[in-house]
């Protein structure tokens, strides 16, 4: 099968899932316009919206599916999504959060205020009116996004975030540590919480033993080497639901922190070992694990083993495959 990922890179996951379609013997490539200071390395080709346009039509000539991120496609004003419909080729949306999550949703199922999407909640109904007239299906990493879009596609698929677990080194938390490391990794603090996570270290620091580290504006690598020094790492604590820091994390074999509601809890696997802890309760969280280094311990090998079983790329590309298969009929 020949395969086109595009345009927006979304915490490395064009990436994982790419090389894990070409792993599984497909032709695969991704084109990225969306470049960061976290400078995710991988096998995708880095271009911009005028080097796309040239692209578009040999593209459509040789591709069995287009797989687009982040309701971004490859030409302004989405101009190449009728013309691909035309050509009968089947495309997929794959949404990641505030590309769909619109405020009346959020404070519907969300007890807990989080940032508007850099969307309004108008163009974001627009969006999806749009894409959803020329594409039956969608994908979300889970059932937190899933009420954002069911309304508007046919078929709306979770896919679980992919991790390239095999090359992720893991070390867990040791017992005999009285000191523990907390790292916190906010990209967006307003959206991550980390008012109240801050808050939080301040009121345990009081009474328990903790170094921490907040780690900002680094490149991802260097970011994955300060990690891996952690016993604990906080994710956010608002969205309800966790990231690819928390996949992350727990390959590391790393303690996660992070809120996921229970609407959203109730359709992962039983096994999920993140310590679910929200603004109110974060402090109390933190100084249960900082008491039980055992407990902590138990928790980091449960994380790792958690992603090798769900979220591994290995164990989420025949997931995808087999969307990618309803997208055609039934062909591969």
Not at 172 to 199: M, Q
């Amino acid at each position: 099968m020949r395969i086109v990922h595009a345009p927006t890179e979304i915490s490395g996951q064009m990436h994982s899932l790419v090389s894990g379609l070409r792993s599984a013997g497909h032709q695969a490539n991704g084109y990225n316009w969306f470049l960061t200071y976290l400078n995710y390395n991988g096998s995708l080709v880095n271009t911009d919206a005028f080097e796309l346009i040239k692209m578009i039509e040999p593209l459509a000539n040789y591709v069995d599916v287009f797989h687009f991120h982040n309701s971004n496609t490859m030409l302004a004003n989405s101009k190449d999504i009728p013309l691909l419909h035309e050509r009968g080729k089947p495309m997929v949306m794959h949404h990641w959060g505030n590309d769909v999550r619109n405020t009346a949703t959020s404070l519907r199922l969300n007890p807990y205020p989080i940032p508007p999407s850099y969307y309004s909640d108008e163009l974001i109904h627009d969006n999806l009116s749009f894409f959803s007239k020329y594409m039956k299906h969608a994908i979300v990493q889970d059932y937190e996004l899933y009420p954002h879009v069911s309304d508007y596609y046919e078929h709306v698929h979770v896919l679980p975030l992919a991790c390239e677990v095999k090359n992720i080194p893991y070390s867990y938390p040791s017992v005999s540590n009285s000191r523990p490391l907390i790292i916190h990794a906010p990209t967006n603090r307003e959206f991550k919480g980390s008012a109240a996570i801050e808050k939080a270290i301040q009121d345990v620091k009081a009474t328990r033993a903790l170094e921490y580290r907040a780690i900002e504006n680094m490149r991802h690598q260097e970011a994955i080497a300060e990690y891996q020094k952690a016993d604990i790492i906080i994710d956010q604590v608002l969205c309800g639901t966790y990231g690819a820091l928390s996949v992350e994390a727990m390959a590391m074999g790393k303690v996660v922190v992070a809120y996921v509601r229970d609407d959203v809890k109730a359709y992962l696997p039983e096994s999920l070992p993140i310590v679910i802890a929200n603004p109110d309760t974060v402090a109390d969280v933190l100084k249960e694990l900082l008491a039980d280094p055992e407990r902590r311990h138990r928790i980091g090998k449960a994380g790792r083993l958690y992603v090798e079983n769900y979220h591994a790329v290995d164990k989420v590309v025949p997931k995808l495959l087999s969307i990618y298969s309803l997208m055609m009929g039934g062909r591969q």
